[in-house]
Nanobody
Framework: QVQLVESGGGSVQAGGSLRLSCAASGYTYSSYCMGWFRQAPGKGREGVALIYTGTGRRYYADSVKGRFTISQDTAKNTLYLQMNSLKPEDTSRYSC????????????????????WGQGTQVTVSS
């Protein structure tokens, strides 16, 4: 059974940093893609960052480019999202998700095809 568990959310002032972690178990980590998504109240889910776990290729939403970095530690089966220069508009619930090769493209449209999801962690940025 695949489990994804996020941690690292919290409250921070604008300009601050947070690092989110997503620990994966029961999952062939190196074979597929993993992504970070966020959803604020009343808004649709959006893909924030994506990594192909085998090649390390990364993609970012335009709104976070240059501020967020997705990375992985394959030995620990853990995905990370380093978030710097946080803005109030980054306030959202962040979730990690894992998908197979045929599902990764849905990251651009909110990850509807991703198989496995974590429970999410709240990030609140105050001005």
């Amino acid at each position: 059974q695949v489990q994804l568990v996020e941690s690292g959310g919290g409250s921070v002032q604008a300009g601050g940093s947070l690092r989110l972690s997503c620990a994966a178990s029961g999952y062939t980590y190196s074979s597929y893609c993993m992504g970070w998504f966020r959803q604020a109240p009343g808004k649709g889910r959006e893909g924030v960052a994506l990594i192909y776990t085998g090649t390390g290729r990364r993609y970012y939403a335009d709104s976070v480019k240059g501020r967020f970095t997705i990375s992985q530690d394959t030995a620990k089966n853990t995905l990370y999202l380093q978030m710097n220069s946080l803005k109030p508009e980054d306030t959202s619930r962040y979730s990690c998700a894992a998908g197979s090769a045929g599902q990764c493209g849905s990251w651009y449209s909110g990850g509807a095809d991703f198989n496995y999801w974590g429970q999410g962690t709240q990030v609140t940025v105050s001005s």
